[in-house]
């Protein structure tokens, strides 16, 4: 009973988290008035959210603010209790405030308040219902961004207008572009790289460097525009020096140098109009470094990535950024394995559990050996610091000091490494950024990429790391000290080192894993487009590509004894034949040149990661499938618990996870260790939807997660925006050639009863198809092509258009003039294609009615004992669903609906075994195809359309599995194959955007 006669707040505000909690909320009430925590505390999709309540309209108003300021909370709700309850038994109050109504206004950040339409900002006369749902929409609308959006747009929009300024200067004839060569020489500084003669990159890289600067100028210092009464290049350049003497040095260095380089070679008729420019980008970096939250959330990276492009030095180096939403979702996926969060909710743990989570977090040692602009060090960073250990901080009343958590954890679990000085200023000044108290040191380096021609020597990025595990000298190395801030450690001082450590608990990067083009046109000269190509020598890159060969082959070594002892233990089958013997048909698998640096980088983070460490990578979709990939699926299944797999089938926004690309992409995450158990799980993911957000990443990973733990085997969806699939270690096992499978594994009981082999174990695959212009220095085409009047004429099959691809049957298209009398023997009347394009291609093999040769398809010529009507069976197999399937699912994925099948994956794709089979069934099987060969298809996706199905399509299935089984009832088989054909539709409309 209270004196006043009306119930107090803290007790209204108890039967309000009841009743939240009922809702679906999990809620909490604080029973007494604290300063520094709120009313009552939630934890709802990531979020950290407090409620102020009060009888006072205005109190609860000013509370939240001060929740938002005060950084404790990322939603905060003022609430308006605006009817006084009188005192009653519990019973009747908890029904009063069910009842009850309330004014409800929501800050997210200070002075950005939630846009829905209310009056003067208050939701009016709403029940506690709606209060919940508010709050589930004001989370949606954190996920949306739109604040960091038009920030980063107005930022692209003055660093245009920078790029545009400075470059029409440089190109008059009195600067002659004096002035992109040297802000050139100080962004990046690397031996050999030839000049760009396109300065927009280096223009728009100046300009960022220009903005982050001011921004970490006014975080650590403030009042710049005392500074600036003197000029925008001197007043600026005179902040940054006094900024170097507070703990920052080189980290803002290089910008010091670029207001050097303005002042001195801008001329005097343009200096004031120019410093127009610079004042713009000053003036947002005052607007930003007044917004925490922006900087909470990877600006710098954002806006590095979006004026970054495709232009020259991103290509040269085969670098592609991380999209922010991927680097979060795998941050959040490798940070919970780590931790032993995965699929667990944090609200699930004890206080015991919590503090030792924390203790942990504070100890990881975290590493990116291709670091670019940091977007997964700072990604981990949120995940780790700002999201783990700030939600269980809150919820258990740990009483940490999370600011000082995230300095310690930058200064001392964060190492970066990047072959490009520019990008590894902005990954040390984005997470200086990020961090909400003053940055000391950080371990953010440099190590050229090129040849050293005074002393000889050949570097090799970070890949040194694998020639000398515990010191690389010749690095410029970015660290705050408490001596003189950012210091360079160069290559005249000998006794510089570069330090990490021995093991790290978490290694995340996006290496490039791409051979790297160069440039080519009027800026590379031809012939130079291969690995390395940015090297402007010649005889440099040859002995740069000498010693990376070198470095190749001894990991190739390595990862082939690993693989052979995984074979001893758990494979069989022909995987295991590919492996111990080393058959000549199959040596491909056993060879990593195709695979470039990605696999190397990706043996690298297996050199440096700890026992129960854990790697996360992104790696192009081959990783699962491509043969030169092999070695390094061994690798990850030998030495490895592979947690997850996530991948892409959004046709509208990508099958990649990087900028700058539209190949397939894959995440993995994969924990050391290596003690194996057969229950061991693989999370499979198919994106339906990619991530939009940072936040929308972080909550798919933690559903995708809790979900995954919770089912059984099979197909799930998570809000219909991802399917996970379930594998075990003995799955991944059997099919170690080709991950891509364990996606349709969920179709494996349509294969029911049916004979399956390895095509290999029934023909030989021939033919020049795949190996670029092979083909045509063999074959020339009559009529357009000269050749020797020597030459056998044959003919030929040329083109995989759809009318080639109409039908089953096809007719020779031309002839061709054979150079090489020995590859007469690659024709065949019965062809499978090199690639595929699935939304065009209707028949998938073809039978041609005289042998021919191919530039697009391989031949397929039988083994002993085969007749024309095995192969004609054979032919028929991969026409029918079961056949596209099967092979659809062995293939390389390049580009979303494009695949690639290799000679070596027809041999391992799975075929009719027709040797099984009696002479009966297959004369039936060849009639099957006789019978439907002439008719047209539509394109493959079209004939699984279950409400209309292709007629052809229906002929071909009810023939085959009446051949096979000729008692079946028709009807039966009928209705059993539309079922079929709505699984195959939907995983097709899936992959190709239909």
């Known amino acids: 009973m209270s004196t006043s006669g009306f119930v107090s707040e803290p007790v209204v505000n108890t039967e309000i988290a009841k009743i939240l909690s009922e809702l679906g909320l999990d809620a909490r009430a604080e029973r007494v008035y604290q300063h520094r925590r709120p009313d009552i505390k939630i934890y709802h999709k990531g979020l950290i959210i407090g409620i102020e309540s009060s009888y006072n309209k205005s109190d609860a108003e000013n509370d939240a603010v001060v929740r938002i300021r005060q950084g404790l909370v990322d939603i905060a709700l003022a609430l ?30 200070e002075k950005y308040r939630e846009s829905l339409p209310t009056s003067e900002g208050w939701f009016v006369d709403v029940d506690l219902v709606t209060l919940k749902n508010i709050i589930d929409n004001v989370a949606d609308f954190m996920i949306r961004e739109e604040d960091i959006e038009s920030v980063v747009k107005e930022a692209e929009e003055k660093i245009s207008n920078f790029i545009n300024v400075t470059r029409s200067i440089d190109e008059r004839s009195d600067i002659d572009g004096r002035i992109h060569k040297e802000i050139y020489n100080v962004l990046y500084r690397l031996y050999g790289l030839q000049p760009s003669e396109d300065p927009e990159i280096i223009f728009g890289h100046a300009a960022l460097s220009i903005m982050l600067s001011a921004v970490l100028f006014e975080r650590v210092v403030g009042q710049i525009d005392s500074y600036l009464k003197q000029g925008y290049i001197k007043g600026l350049r005179e902040a940054l020096i006094d900024l170097k003497k507070k703990n920052y040095g080189e980290a803002v260095g290089g910008t010091i140098e670029i207001l050097d380089i303005l002042d001195r070679l801008l001329p005097r008729d343009v200096y004031g109009n120019f410093e127009l420019r610079i004042r713009s980008l000053v003036d947002l970096a005052k607007s930003i470094a007044r917004r925490r939250a922006l900087l909470a959330k990877d600006l710098a990276g954002r806006i590095y990535h979006r004026i970054t492009g495709d232009i020259a030095i991103k290509k040269g180096f085969a670098t592609y950024y991380t999209e922010i939403p991927s680097a979060y979702l795998l941050a959040t996926l490798a940070s919970r394995v780590l931790l032993g969060l995965d699929g667990r909710s944090i609200t699930e743990l004890s206080s015991d559990e919590a503090r030792k989570i924390i203790s942990r977090v504070k100890s990881i040692k975290v590493g990116d050996f291709s670091c ?4 997964l060090l700072t990604a981990t960073k949120y995940v780790l610091i700002d999201r783990i250990a700030a939600a269980l901080n809150y919820y258990y009343e740990l009483g940490e000091d999370l600011s000082e958590v995230s300095r310690r954890f930058v200064e001392r679990s964060v190492y970066g490494v990047d072959a490009l000085k520019y990008a590894s200023q902005i990954t040390a000044l984005n997470l200086a950024l990020m961090t909400p108290t003053v940055v000391s040191k950080q371990n953010i380096y440099t190590v050229y990429l ?10 090799l990025g970070s890949l040194e790391l694998l020639r000398d595990s515990k010191s690389v000298s010749g690095i410029l190395k970015w660290l705050g000290s408490i001596k003189g801030g950012a210091e360079k450690v160069t290559l005249e001082n000998s006794e510089s080192v570069f330090e990490i450590p021995g093991e790290f608990d978490l290694i995340i990067m996006n290496p490039p894993f791409t051979r790297a083009t160069g440039r080519v046109g009027k800026d590379f000269k031809e012939g130079r487009e291969g690995l390395f190509g940015f090297i402007v020598d010649e005889k440099l890159r040859r002995k740069l590509l000498g010693e990376y060969d070198k470095l190749r082959q001894g990991v190739a070594r390595d990862l082939k004894s690993i693989a052979k002892r995984l074979a001893e233990r758990e494979l069989s089958g022909v995987i295991k034949e590919i492996v111990v013997n080393e058959p000549k048909e199959y040596k491909q698998y056993l060879a990593i040149g195709q695979a470039g640096e990605g696999l190397l980088f990706l043996y690298l983070a297996y050199k440096y990661i700890g026992e129960n460490g854990v790697i996360a990578f992104v790696l192009p979709r081959n990783v699962l499938a491509g043969t030169s990939w092999f070695l390094a699926r061994a690798l990850l299944a030998s030495k490895f618990h592979v947690r997850y797999v996530v991948v892409s089938s959004d046709s509208e926004n990508g099958y990649n996870f990087s900028e700058g690309t539209s190949l397939s992409e894959a995440l993995i995450v994969a924990k050391r260790t290596d003690a194996h158990s057969e229950h061991e ?11 939009k957000t940072a936040l929308e990443a972080i909550i798919l990973a933690e559903k995708a997660a809790e979900q995954a733990s919770k089912t059984g085997s099979g197909a799930y969806r998570v809000d219909g925006v991802a399917e996970i699939i379930k594998a075990k270690r003995g799955v991944l096992m059997e099919n170690l050639d080709n991950w891509n499978r364990i996606f349709y594994a969920h179709m494996a009981g349509y294969f029911y009863g049916i004979p399956l082999t390895h095509l290999g174990n029934l023909v030989n695959v021939v033919g020049l198809a795949v190996r670029g212009g092979t083909f045509h220095e063999v074959f020339k085409i009559v009529g357009k092509e000269p050749y020797p009047i020597s030459a056998p004429v044959i003919p030929a099959l040329i083109g995989g258009g759809e009318e080639v691809r109409f039908k089953i049957r096809v007719r020779p298209n031309a002839s061709v003039a054979c150079l090489n009398e020995r590859y007469l023997e690659t024709r065949s009347k019965f062809l499978v294609p090199d690639r595929i394009r699935v939304n065009t291609a209707h028949a998938l093999a073809l039978y041609s009615t005289e042998e021919v040769v191919s530039n697009i398809f391989f031949g397929l010529k039988p083994k002993e004992g085969l007749t024309e009507e095995h192969m004609k069976a054979i032919i028929l197999w991969f026409n029918t669903t079961w056949g596209i399937v099967s092979t659809l699912a062995n293939r390389t994925e390049t580009e979303g609906p494009w695949s690639r099948l290799t000679i070596t994956k027809w041999r391992l794709t799975q075929a009719l075994d027709v040797s099984r089979l009696g002479e009966e069934k297959i004369m039936a099987l060849a009639r099957v195809l006789d019978e439907n060969a002439d008719k047209p298809l539509r394109t493959i996706p079209e ?11 229906l002929s071909i299935d009810i023939g085959f599995l009446k051949a096979l089984n000729p008692g079946s009832s028709e009807e039966e088989i009928r209705r059993e194959l539309v079922k079929l054909y709505r699984h195959v539709y939907m995983m097709l409309s899936l992959w190709t955007g239909m």
Do not use: C, H
């Open 80 to 109: 308006y209790i605006k009817q006084r309850f009188s005192d009653m038994p519990e019973s009747e109050l908890r029904e009063a405030v069910r009842n009850a109504r309330f004014d409800a206004r929501v800050y997210t950040e």
């Open 681 to 691: 799980e693989t999370v499979f993911v198919n994106l339906l939807r990619k991530p």
């Open 372 to 375: 670019g602009s940091g977007s």
């Open 450 to 459: 090129g040849y050293l021609e005074d002393k000889d020597t050949v570097w």
């Open 943 to 953: 004939q699984f359309n279950p409400d209309k199905p292709d007629p052809v399509r």
